[in-house]
Nanobody
Framework: QVLLEESGGGSVQAGGSLRLSCAASGYTNSRYCMGWFRQPPGKEREGVTGVDPSSGGTYYADSVKGRFTISHDKGTNTLYLQMNSLKPEDTAIYYC?????????????????WGEGTQVTVSS
């Protein structure tokens, strides 16, 4: 059984930082991509950033480039999201997910495997 356990959400003021973690277990398919998605209040879920665990290639939505950094620890199969210079518009539930290649296509779909999500709130 695939398990994705997120942690690290919270509330910060604009300009602050947060680090999200996602411990992944219960699967052996090394071709899965890993990524972070978010769903702002009243909006659709959207892709934020993804990583190819095999090559280390990373992909970012334009809205977070230069502020967010995704990383993956192969030893523990833990995914991280370092979020700096946070803005009120980054407020959302953040989800860790496994998705099928190509890893550059960080888009939510019915084939993704999702974590439970963690709330990130950025106040102005």
């Amino acid at each position: 059984q695939v398990l994705l356990e997120e942690s690290g959400g919270g509330s910060v003021q604009a300009g602050g930082s947060l680090r999200l973690s996602c411990a992944a277990s219960g699967y052996t398919n090394s071709r899965y991509c890993m990524g972070w998605f978010r769903q702002p209040p009243g909006k659709e879920r959207e892709g934020v950033t993804g990583v190819d665990p095999s090559s280390g290639g990373t992909y970012y939505a334009d809205s977070v480039k230069g502020r967010f950094t995704i990383s993956h620890d192969k030893g523990t199969n833990t995914l991280y999201l370092q979020m700096n210079s946070l803005k009120p518009e980054d407020t959302a539930i953040y989800y860790c997910a496994l998705y099928l290649p190509p890893c550059a296509a960080v888009r939510p779909n019915e084939y993704n495997t999702w974590g439970e999500g963690t709330q990130v709130t950025v106040s102005s």
